[in-house]
T-cell receptor, first 110, second 117 residues
Framework: EDQVTQSPEALRLQEGESSSLNCSYT??????LFWYRQDPGKGPEFLFT???AGEEKEKERLKATLTKKESFLHITAPKPEDSATYLC???????????FGTGTRLTVIP | GAVVSQHPSRVICKSGTSVKIECRSL??????MFWYRQFPKQSLMLMAT?????????EQGVEKDKFLINHASLTLSTLTVTSAHPEDSSFYIC?????????????FGAGTRLSVL
């Protein structure tokens, strides 16, 4: 059974304090791993897709990495506007749908 | 590009009434759309996969007669919550799948907050 576990559940950072969010996954065959950002009361906003172990993608202060068992979302020198819930989702081989984790709620304090 | 519009953003209705939610892909065609439900501080739970021109595929435990899905065109899918009850109150989010640079990406609407009194 597909499983996605995100940690920590919540994270408070000072502005400029870099950190990483973890997404551990179990899936029969990985088609893709997705990172989304969700603001309160809004739909998820697409950030990255990773397909194979060793792959890395970057966007502004965010960098996503992937191994065979987990993915990390590194946040470098975060700003208050980076505060949001970050969701990780996996797509299994042969499937169209995404299976989501429960997210990490990030708060960046000025 | 890849904008998904969802309407309405919020709806309050009386118990027993039906509510229709629309999901449109504005700048791309989507053969597949998805409907999710999200409870407070929980993740998105897939309810059903909607394919243009065919019947939706519902996840286990989701009542297809309760949550009617229609995907009549390549840019529009609708979810109708029939005879809504307070336990149906939730945040409903749709997504549409498209291929960008060889990758299948799901883009999400802004969600609909349903409150059933």
């Amino acid at each position: 059974e597909d499983q996605v576990t995100q940690s920590p559940e919540a994270l408070r950072l000072q502005e400029g304090e870099s950190s990483s969010l973890n997404c551990s996954y179990t899936v029969s065959g990985l088609r893709g791993l997705f990172w989304y950002r969700q603001d309160p009361g809004k739909g998820p906003e697409f950030l990255f897709t990773l397909y194979s172990a060793g792959e890395e993608k970057e966007k502004e202060r965010l960098k996503a990495t992937l191994t065979k068992k987990e993915s990390f979302l590194h946040i470098t020198a975060p700003k208050p506007e980076d505060s949001a819930t970050y969701l990780c989702a996996v797509q299994a081989t042969g499937a169209n749908n995404l299976f989501f984790g429960t997210g990490t709620r990030l708060t960046v304090i000025p | 590009g890849a904008v998904v519009s969802q309407h309405p953003s919020r709806v309050i209705c009386k118990s027993g009434t039906s509510v229709k939610i629309e999901c449109r892909s504005l700048d791309f065609q989507a053969t597949t759309m998805f409907w999710y439900r999200q409870f407070p501080k929980q993740s998105l739970m897939l309810m059903a996969t909607s394919n243009e021109g065919s019947k939706a595929t519902y996840e286990q435990g989701v009542e297809k007669d309760k949550f009617l899905i229609n995907h009549a065109s390549l840019t529009l899918s609708t979810l109708t919550v029939t005879s809504a009850h307070p336990e149906d109150s939730s945040f409903y989010i749709c997504s549409a799948s498209t291929r960008k640079r060889g990758q299948d990406i799901q883009y999400f609407g802004a969600g609909t907050r349903l409150s059933v009194l």
